[in-house]
């Protein structure tokens, strides 16, 4: 079976923002090269301010209108972890994502840097599919006043500081209580997500194209809590019960906020939606058997 969610996109690739991860010590070699590459074969580059600061070319930074108004794509230099960096950090604009790996497992990733021209020229021909993968919108509000808000493409966790007496997490779905679930905290994952952390705390493994949320206790105390999926177009909603503990929410494992006692968090289906590149259609399910051994 294959996604058939994934459509091909014949559009060629002429004007692309460039992304990095900001501590890699092999990116300049390789940005210099990917730049004379698009610059002989007449496509535009601009690049993000990290990267243009480690290559020293300030006059190539994007800006808003670019990325807005002319950008066909981002090209991501980095790990998943800079793929998931990007997602959040540009979703607005609903550019593909298509990624050089720079980092280690590169689930995400479409090539590896010696294989970084042969992925420009795939770009350039159109010769690529565009996967497109739901994100999640959360907002806390504390008071009834919305304090803080931010966009997840893995997952988001509320979870106590080590060391500290275990926290209570009262959760509803569009205004159904479903449990208070006490221990470490809580994962609310996407599809793409359900195979990262959540699937280490126990969670179900979710085809991305499948779109739900996966609710998935962390080391709970009880031994009813077991994890939970909800539809795209509910609203989960997390009471923090936390008096002797440290809560933060963290999104993708990147993005952090402090929770206080009796904050609430609120997690939805974000309006945007990130579309990660992939340059042949992959059945998930093969794939998933490759990555987790299975006989």
């Not at 950090?89 to 980092?103: F, M, R, S, V």
């Not at 997490?169 to 809580?186: A, E, H, K, P």
């Not at 494992?253 to 990660?276: R, W, Y």
Request: charged content about 20%.
């Amino acid at each position: 079976m294959e996604d058939n969610n994934i459509e091909k996109k014949e559009k060629p690739v002429r004007n692309i923002a460039f992304s990095c991860h900001p501590a890699k010590e092999s990116l300049p070699p390789l940005v210099q090269t990917m730049l004379k590459w698009t610059m002989k074969n007449k496509i535009t580059s601009r690049l993000s301010p990290t990267m243009a600061k480690l290559v020293s070319m300030p006059d190539l930074v994007f800006d808003d209108e670019y990325l807005r108004n002319k950008a066909d794509m981002f090209v991501v230099l980095g790990g998943d972890g800079t793929i998931l960096s990007a997602a959040r950090d540009y979703a607005e604009y609903n550019l593909p994502i298509a990624g050089i790996n720079l980092g280690h497992l590169g689930f995400m990733t479409l090539e590896e840097p010696k294989n970084a021209i042969n992925a420009l020229k795939k770009l350039k021909a159109g010769n690529y599919f565009v996967e497109p993968r739901m994100m999640l919108r959360t907002n806390v509000y504390r008071d009834g006043e919305k304090v803080y808000s931010g966009i997840a493409l893995n997952d988001v966790v509320i979870q106590k500081a080590p060391m500290l007496r275990v926290i209570k997490i009262n959760v509803s779905i569009s205004g159904s209580i479903i449990n208070t679930y006490q221990g470490d905290g809580l994962i609310v994952s996407t599809p793409t997500g359900s195979t990262a952390y959540s699937l280490s705390a126990g969670g179900p493994i979710v085809p991305p194209w499948v779109n739900v949320m996966v609710i998935c206790p962390l080391n709970s105390h009880m031994l009813s809590a077991r994890p939970v999926i909800a539809a795209d177009n509910e609203v989960l909603s997390c009471r923090i019960a936390c008096v002797h503990s440290i809560v933060e929410l963290v999104l993708d494992g990147q993005a952090n906020f402090k929770l206080l006692n009796n904050d609430i968090v609120e997690i939805i289906k974000a309006e945007e939606t990130s579309h990660i590149v992939e340059f042949k259609k992959r059945n998930f399910f093969n794939v998933l058997r490759t990555k987790m051994s299975w006989g």
